[in-house]
């Protein structure tokens, strides 16, 4: 897996699929200006970075399937990349406070330099408008663990709190939408059918 994600780790180690984990060291910012600049949007943005996160780590393991994945949050037209400390993580939850975003997430497998399967899935949420008061109490008791998520929350957690509704599939919003990806590996023989 081309990615150094613990959560994407996690679910693929508890559904029993052997994998190595390898982080893939690309420019995302400048794959993501990239793509704005040729007027692309979330979804071909986050299936081109993970085209990309795959290939990369496909170049040390050609004869491995390897399976890239990216995620981006949307929130009316603007998009959030994780933030980079506490107070960035404030600004996110401010911003997202009380609206909709989106969570696109982008997979491909590649395999001996092709790219041989990609997808695509998108889960809607809602926030609820909760207090500034809730929100220094989420801050504090969830630490710098939600630094490694783009919306700043861990919904498996504490960040559960955070919403009022939820539209799509919940590996999804882990990062890894983990249904599609073990259709594929059972299609391919990677694991048991």
């Not at 957690?157 to 955070?162: C, W």
Request: glycine share 8%; proline share 3%; hydrophobic share 40%.
């Amino acid at each position: 897996m081309a990615s150094a994600s613990p959560s994407r780790r996690a679910l693929l180690e508890r559904a029993g699929v052997p994998h190595l984990g390898e982080a893939a060291h690309i420019d995302e910012e400048a794959l993501k200006r990239d793509s704005k600049s040729e007027g692309l949007g979330v979804e071909q943005t986050a299936l081109r970075l993970a085209v990309a996160k795959a290939a990369k780590v496909s170049e040390h393991h050609p004869d491995k399937f390897v399976l890239g994945a990216d995620q981006i949050l949307e929130c009316e037209g603007s998009w959030f990349d994780k933030p980079a400390d506490m107070e960035g993580a404030r600004h996110h939850l401010k911003t997202l406070r009380g609206s909709h975003h989106r969570l696109v997430n982008g997979l491909a497998i590649v395999h001996r330099g092709s790219t041989v399967w990609t997808h695509t899935a998108v889960a809607t949420l809602e926030m609820r408008n909760f207090s500034d008061m809730f929100l220094e109490t989420y801050l504090d008791r969830s630490g710098e663990k939600i630094l490694s998520s783009v919306g700043a929350y861990l919904l498996e957690a504490e960040g559960a709190q955070l919403f009022k509704t939820i539209e799509g599939d919940y590996f999804t919003i882990l990062g890894l939408p983990l249904l599609p990806v073990l259709a594929f590996l059972r299609q391919q023989n990677i694991i048991e059918t």
